[in-house]
T-cell receptor, first 114, second 114 residues
């Protein structure tokens, strides 16, 4: 069965600094990897995904994620954080056979200070 | 506007009083799913539906029922709510089951069972 780990409950970063939110995964087949963002009192919004191809995936709002197969990681990154990036971020994974099951991590809260 | 609509957004009820949380999407999506979000546990899938009249259990189906009589609607039914079902619930949809992962989420329904 697939699983996702987000080792940090919270990440603090100053505005303008680069940010990284970590995610590692475990699947039996090839991974399909996703990042979602949840702003306060809102539903989750899709940010980006990796299915195949380039290991660096670009998504919404200037975010990108780097797929590393050897380390089974899919870390979310942004070169310059904004206060408005403060939110809860979820990593999710499914394998290429379990087409109906998407497994989410426990979430990482990102706090960007002015 | 393309959206997933959940009602009610907030509900306080008592143990044993049957309730239904409605979910409707206007995007003609085949796949729909219910999740619950609890602190420290992330999102866990309750039930999902690949298409009309096709539903299946997720990871935490106990105490819940669903139905999919129409493509646009996927209500979540709590026949006899208990306090451990106090949670934040999200409905989500996706164009097809093969595309599962890019989910569109509703705004959430916060349920408190006393």
């Amino acid at each position: 069965a697939q699983s996702v780990a987000q080792p940090e409950d919270q990440v603090n970063v100053a505005e303008g600094n680069p940010l990284t939110v970590k995610c590692t995964y475990s699947v039996s087949g090839n991974p399909y990897l996703f990042w979602y963002v949840q702003y306060p009192n809102r539903g989750l919004q899709f940010l980006l995904k990796y299915i195949t191809g380039d290991n660096l995936v670009k998504g919404s709002y200037g975010f990108e994620a780097e797929f590393n197969k050897s380390q089974t990681s899919f870390h979310l990154k942004k070169p310059s954080a904004l206060v408005s990036d403060s939110a809860l971020y979820f990593c999710a994974v499914r394998d290429d056979t379990g087409f109906q099951k998407l497994v989410f991590g426990t979430g990482t809260r990102l706090l960007v200070s002015p | 506007e393309a959206q997933v609509t959940q009602n009610p957004r907030y509900l306080i009820t008592v143990t044993g009083k049957k309730l239904t949380v409605t979910c409707s999407q206007n995007m003609n999506h085949e796949y729909m799913s219910w999740y619950r979000q609890d602190p420290g546990l992330g999102l866990r899938q309750i039930y999902y539906s690949m298409n009309v009249e096709v539903t299946d259990k997720g990871d935490v189906p106990e105490g819940y029922k669903v139905s999919r009589k129409e493509k646009r609607n996927f209500p979540l039914i709590l026949e006899s709510p208990s306090p451990n079902q106090t949670s934040l619930y999200f409905c989500a949809s996706s164009p097809t089951s093969a595309n599962t992962g890019e989910l569109f989420f509703g705004e959430g329904s916060r349920l408190t069972v006393l």
